[in-house]
């Protein structure tokens, strides 16, 4: 089979599966969206499929398993953006987004036409190319995602994989973002982003995967996913549907009444380092 096919992805954590069993197939080009509740485990679902944890089970593209190429291949098929926007140099912006052409040029050789052609193109598209010169770490937060959406795209693999893109970005911006994306798949390719905007999700996605601790308890359109029961359920929250330029969307309108109805039950959240722990309202 073609495309995107994940067959019993799981990864352990200590004694616990932060993803257990996911399977899904996406055989043709469409944008998919992967959404949850914090902890639910997309980003490492995410980095799992891009081959960057170790994780039993496979994930394969085009008939070729992801995490068996080699990197140099791997990085031609496939573009992974984290939830972290960290460079570690002191680069200028275009320079960031021409690091993503270093598969495509061969040792010890500089950037080529089609180098160049491309990080002008990436850029352009995400409005960072009147700023292309200036140092990435003098950027606001908005500013250096889209730089990093920018490098992804100048990486032109045929599947992008984005944990939380439209994080920090201003609406104008995350709709752009989201119309590149469908163009993206428009043109043929693959792209799997994870989402906490469950209206920019809804809207969107021609696919919703839908995980819950470490389970996937949902896959399909946004409108057999986003059921106000399973919302309430999963997320515990009340959404509206609506209907916008032609397209499904939901609107979260508050917290689902059995979820606001409970009172309030102190659990201690781990923080990083021992000994440390917080207290907050645990929510059935």
């Known amino acids: ?42 980003s490492t679902l995410m980095r799992a499929v891009a081959g960057l944890l170790p994780a039993s089970g496979t994930a394969v593209w085009n008939g070729e398993d992801l995490t068996a190429m080699s990197p140099a291949r791997r990085a031609r098929a496939l573009a ?4 972290e926007r960290t460079v570690h140099w002191p680069l200028a912006c275009r320079e960031v987004v021409m690091l993503a052409r270093l598969p495509y040029q061969g040792a ?14 990436a850029l352009a598209a995400m409005s960072v190319d009147g700023f ?11 500013e250096q995602a889209r730089v990093l959406i920018a490098r992804m795209l100048a990486q032109d693999p045929d599947l992008l994989i984005a944990d939380e893109p439209a994080s920090g970005l201003d609406p104008a911006h995350q709709i752009a973002l989201m119309q590149v994306f469908r163009d993206i798949v428009a043109g043929g390719r693959s792209v ?22 470490g389970r996937l308890v949902a896959d399909g359109t946004p409108e057999e996913v986003m059921t106000a029961d399973r919302m309430a359920r999963v997320y515990g929250i ?7 330029g032609g397209s499904f ?28 722990e917080r207290c907050l309202p645990r929510i059935a």
Do not use: Y
């Open 132 to 142: 292309a010169d200036r140092a990435f770490d003098t950027l606001s937060g908005g």
């Open 238 to 244: 009340a959404v509206r549907p609506l209907t916008i």
């Open 108 to 121: 010890f050789a500089g950037p080529s036409a089609a180098d160049r052609r491309a990080v002008a193109e």
């Open 249 to 276: 969307a939901v609107v979260p309108e508050g917290l689902a009444p059995s979820a606001s109805a409970q009172t309030s039950e102190v659990m201690p959240i781990e923080e990083e380092g021992e000994g440390n």
């Open 192 to 213: 799997l982003v994870s989402l906490h905007d469950l209206s920019l999700a809804s809207r969107w996605c021609d696919r919703l995967l839908l995980m819950d601790q």
């Open 1 to 42: 089979m073609s495309g995107l096919v994940c067959d019993r992805i799981t990864v352990p954590r200590g004694d616990r599966l932060t993803v257990d069993s996911v399977s899904f197939a996406a055989p043709r080009p469409q944008l998919i969206g992967l959404i949850g509740p914090n902890g639910a485990g997309k």
């Open 80 to 83: 992974f953006m984290p939830q």
